[in-house]
């Protein structure tokens, strides 16, 4: 009986196994980066941003689990108002998303996703924010970015015609992004600002869209 039991699991293990797809793909989208500092009282602005890469999906349809993996060039900037610079992050992302789907038809199919996103910073790790000053550019502070960064994805998506992907996520970031530092700034209303410097996450709404060959 036993022997039966551990036989049927192992058949069942490599029928679904066997089912499983890989696939390979190309993924855009655009990023909308809301940009938290902490006992920052001044105005900050939101501004667009974007991604691309490659990524790969692996699943079993049988079950409706799987896994994507990307590696993405990504983007983000947002805005002090008032200042003349954006506070830019460029980075290689990788995001590792475990999903689970259910479907429509054979035209499409909707999927829930979550995981971990790994970020490497590739741009400028320190970035300068300026003002006009009586006609005249003014440093007043600078951005300093992390080196790496790590943050949760949480979203839902559809797939069309098992080829054609599109999705929507809250990027979460867990722990700093980066720090903003005020040095001197004489003759402006960011005076009272010299000195202190505000520890600052990045998280950010995406929308993507990716074709899987």
Known sequence: MKKSLVLLTFAMIFATASQAQLKFGLKGGL??????????????????????????????????LGFDVAALYDQRQAKIKGTEDDLKQ??????????????????????????????????????????????????????????????????????????????ANYNIACGKTGELKFGEAAGTVWNALQGNSYEGRANAWQVGLAYYF
């Open 90 to 167: 460029r980075q290689m992302i990788v995001p590792v998303n475990t999903r689970y789907s259910f479907g429509l038809g054979d035209a499409a199919s909707i999927f829930f996703f979550a995981g971990p996103q790994f970020g490497f910073n590739i741009g400028d790790k320190d970035q300068p924010i300026g003002v006009m000053a009586d006609g005249r550019y003014e440093n007043v502070g600078e951005w300093r970015l992390k080196s790496s960064n790590f943050s949760v994805n949480l979203g839902f998506g559809v797939m069309l015609f098992h080829h054609l992907q599109v999705s």
């Open 31 to 64: 990023n909308v980066t809301n940009l938290s500092l902490k006992d920052f009282t001044h105005d900050r602005s939101n501004q667009c941003g974007f991604f691309a890469g490659p990524t790969v999906k692996f699943t079993f349809p049988a079950i409706g």
